[in-house]
């Protein structure tokens, strides 16, 4: 099922989640999110990116998701992986005291597509996100990712409107 790319690739996620659960410090957070999301432009059809995030630190976050087609029908689909750092001042300070409701998001990662069985790394740029751990939500508009898929040799850009944060650990209701 799976090619040897693809097998390092499942290998490597699972290791990066094993090992930030152990370095996590006090604001260790987790999200689920939802959103928009493509790996070709122009697209041909609609899809989505799914997933969730782990906070590691005060200024570092892992993702694991999945990017996927909705028409046609989950013919298109891939998984990836990224480490974000917030670069306006901290996205979390572990505490009831909120972080920078205001930040921005510089992301390095890799991919598996199953789609053209390709695999890669990137580095992600998200201007603009409003919200964070304690307020409970998080929105994070017009992510690019820039990158390389070194199994079909040929540079790729990811483009997100627009992703929805909903966190489940690390928000108010932790605090009080």
């Known amino acids: 099922m799976f090619s040897k790319v693809g097998k390092f690739f499942l290998v490597l996620l699972l290791a990066s989640i094993s090992l930030s659960t152990l370095h996590a410090e006090d604001n260790f957070d987790i999200s689920f999110f939802v959103g928009t999301g493509t790996k070709e432009w122009p697209e041909d059809g609609v899809s989505f990116t799914y997933g969730m995030n782990f906070g590691l630190t005060r200024h570092m976050e892992l993702s694991i998701g999945g990017l996927s087609s909705l028409v046609p029908f989950f013919d ?14 901290p996205r979390s300070r572990g505490s009831k005291v909120a972080g920078n409701g205001i930040n921005m998001l510089l992301s390095v990662g890799g991919f598996y597509d199953f789609y053209d069985k390709g695999a890669g790394a990137y580095l992600g740029f998200t201007p603009l996100t409003v919200g964070n751990p304690v307020t409970g939500k998080r929105d ?3 992510k690019i990712n820039a990158g390389y898929d070194f199994v079909n040799n040929k540079a790729f850009v990811f483009f997100s409107l627009f992703v929805f944060d909903i966190y489940v650990r690390g928000t108010w209701r932790d605090y009080y």
């Open 76 to 89: 298109k689909n891939m998984i990836y992986s990224e480490f974000s750092f917030s670069l306006m001042g």
């Open 140 to 142: 994070r508009m017009f």
